[in-house]
């Protein structure tokens, strides 16, 4: 079974600095697809960023990028320019392939100070 | 825009009573999915459709059961609720492979069982 690790249950940034929040993940698929969801305080969850296995370039989606270390199985997500409004509960999540489930980390809380 | 609403933001139910949660979703996904969400758990996956009438267990389906009949629809049902099973329940929906393996989240239900 695929498990997902997010090592830090809580974050906190100053406004305008970067923030790098970890995931990693066990598995024996070689292609599979890798996610980071945004759940802001109260609302809907959202897909932030996604990367597929096979590519060996990193995703990037304006201030949001990752750092996909597969050999390590690794998932970094780096916040860049950091927002207030980027406060959330940030889930990290594996997807073995297009028909699978989604197997979800436990969730880091981050929080943009003033 | 994807639209997935869940038919309450907030429930509160007895201990022993049957609870309908509903999901409703208006791009034509074929796939939909229950989550239920715990502090310091995650998204933990309680059953998914690929298709109407179609049903598999996820990872917790043990005093739940779920309904598709229609395409755009897919009920959680507690048939006897427990205090255990208060939580937020997620619903999000997907097509079914090769366009997009992207879940889109409903804003949740908060159900609480006393």
């Known amino acids: 079974a695929q498990t997902v690790t997010q090592s830090q249950p809580e974050m906190s940034v100053q406004e305008a600095e970067t923030v790098t929040l970890s995931c990693t993940y066990d598995t024996s698929e070689s292609n599979y697809y890798l996610f980071w969801y945004k759940q802001p305080p109260s609302r809907q969850m959202i897909l932030v960023i996604r990367q597929e296995a096979y590519k060996q370039q990193n995703a990037t989606e304006n201030r949001f990028s990752v750092n996909f270390q597969k050999a390590a199985k690794s998932f970094s997500l780096k916040i860049s320019d950091s927002q207030l409004g980027d406060t959330a509960m940030y889930f990290c999540?594996?997807?073995?392939?297009?028909?699978?489930?989604?197997?979800f980390g436990k969730g880091t809380l981050l929080t943009v100070n003033p | 825009d994807v639209k997935v609403t869940q038919s309450s933001r907030y429930l509160v139910k007895r201990t022993g009573e049957k609870v309908f949660l509903e999901c409703v979703q208006d791009?034509?996904?074929?796939?939909m999915f229950w989550y239920r969400q715990d502090p310091g758990l995650g998204l933990r996956l309680i059953y998914f459709s690929y298709d109407v009438k179609m049903k598999e267990k996820g990872d917790i389906p043990e005093g739940y059961s779920v309904s598709r009949e229609k395409k755009e629809r897919f009920s959680l049902i507690l048939e006897s609720a427990s205090t255990n099973q208060t939580s937020m329940y997620l619903c999000?929906?997907?097509?079914?492979?090769?366009?997009?393996?992207?879940?889109?989240f409903g804003p949740g239900t908060r159900l609480t069982v006393l």
């Open positions: 999000a929906s997907s097509f079914f492979g090769g366009r997009t393996d992207t879940q889109y």
């Open positions: 791009m034509d996904h074929e796939n």
């Open positions: 999540a594996f997807m073995r392939s297009w028909q699978d489930k989604l197997t």
